[in-house]
């Protein structure tokens, strides 16, 4: 197995950052796109992939939730990254001489704010440090983006503007996969499972699927929806909850989810961050 981690974006990316943090000795893999990453692991070019999923300002990371059953990759961990986004330009840019900011949608949309009260049009991107990458290239004072500061660093820019995202609570939500199942030990601490399940097409069976983590006092703290293949009579869903299948309260969930459910899948049993205590 290749000693590699694969994450979506080039050199400099906030997933770049959240890969080296996390797993310094493995040499960091950029890929174009989520299904890249996800393949690389697949095909045994990288040994885990590091992958966002959601931000605390916004929201699910588009496209993602789908992909993640279809990859056939388990999910080992959690990381919860905060995310600091620089405004980027080049040596000799100023702030009021900029025009457009380029930078991914996420991020755009964590800095719309900030990017109204400069009065610069935002332009879209594939990733943060691509357009790092871009302006780099273009060689236009008027053009920024917006990007971490180890990409400001790669690609030779500086920094107009430190920190400016609209909220201070800026974090994004990162999962690893990997090829085989690295489930956490029972009693090794707080953790999370993540599962897919399709359940019944019948009157009210989501209710009754998943009532069984209301009673037994375990706590579903994702429930995502999803079709599959083209199919709108019945959908897939991705939850994760608290806690391990071995303990008797998950466990009996689980098993009321599996009568009401034509098909359920565990995807991870894996460490919560301890970001969640804070």
Known sequence: MTERISFQGERGANSHIAARESYPALEPLPCPSFEDAFAAVSEGQARYAMIPVENSVAGRVADVHYLIPESGLYIIGERFV?????????????????????????????????????????????????????IAELGDARIGALASSLAAEIYGLKVLKADIADAPHNTTRFLVFARDEQNAAPDSGPCMTSFVFRVR????????????????????????????????????FFAEIEGHPSESRVRLALEELAFFSTSLKILGVYPADPFRRS
């Open 82 to 134: 905060p995310i600091k986004h620089q405004l980027l330009g080049l040596k000799d840019a100023t702030l009021d001489g900029l025009t457009h900011v380029r930078s991914h949608p996420q991020a755009l949309g964590q800095c719309r704010k900030a990017l109204r009260a400069l009065g610069v049009t935002a332009v879209k991107t594939a990733d943060t440090a691509g357009a790092a990458r871009e």
């Open 201 to 236: 097409n019948v009157p009210a069976a989501l209710y009754k699927a998943t009532g069984g983590f209301a009673t037994n006092g375990v706590n579903m703290t994702k429930l995502e929806s999803y079709i599959e293949g083209g199919a709108f009579s019945a959908a897939m």
